[in-house]
């Protein structure tokens, strides 16, 4: 690991004194290595990464270097093979199954390059379904799902089926889906791969308010630079390590 070009976090994160600012995500030290065809494939290499509270970050590599990996990791979909991911300055890795599933519910939201919207229900119901899982009843869900979709540039669409929208509408839908139950974490896996750029840009901004305004840390790994400028901090993945750049 050279020490110049890691992405050090303050180093504090489970040790920071309660109050004190922190990481409302951290890798430390993550190692993720598959199998292919019997042999060893190290794709995360003590990989260092943190994000604060209403950060935005744009993850940017080359396909196949580990970007979705990493995500998993950061999301608890998969658990590392060596070191820990901290949320909220909690180590996740040694916690029971219900209670990875219930951070994952609570504090992270997904949003993936294609929306996985449910083809049967409106937008309004598929931001609704995530909350009243959560325990909402249906009319606070639906108040809420309701601004969200407001927020989002929606407001004329909830009652439209995900097929009854255009692909950046149902992105929009993918990203307040996503954040209807508040969570303190944001990851997007190329949320706007499948976009046309004027239609990417449009979703991008609304994301990006949507992270200032709710103090949301996001990670969104992207291809596109234009877009990526736009946020606080660019990292990529080089030699399983997460770097700067
Ligand atoms: P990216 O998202 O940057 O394109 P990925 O994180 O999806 O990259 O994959 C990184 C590497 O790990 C690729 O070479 C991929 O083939 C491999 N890989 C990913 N998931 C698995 C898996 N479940 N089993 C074996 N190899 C995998
Ligand atoms: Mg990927």
Known sequence: MSENTVVTSEPAAAAAPAGQPQPVLWLQAV??????????????????????????????????????????????????????????????????????????????????QFHHLLPEFSALENVVLPQMIKGLTAAEARKRAAELLGYLGLGSRVHHRPAELSGGEQQRVAIARAVANAPRILLADEPTGNLDPKTADHVFSALGQLVRASQLAAVVATHNVDLAARMDRRVTIRDGQVVEV
């Open 31 to 112: 190692v993720r290595t598959y199998r292919q065809a019997g042999a060893p494939l190290e794709i995360l290499k003590g990989a260092e990464f943190a994000v604060w509270p209403g950060e935005s970050v744009a993850l940017m590599a080359p396909s196949g270097t580990g970007k979705s990996t990493l995500l998993h990791m950061a999301g608890l979909l998969e658990l590392p093979d060596g070191g820990e991911v901290f949320i909220g300055g909690a180590a996740t890795s040694k916690l029971p199954d219900s209670e990875r599933t219930r951070i994952r519910r609570d504090e992270i939201g997904f949003v993936y």
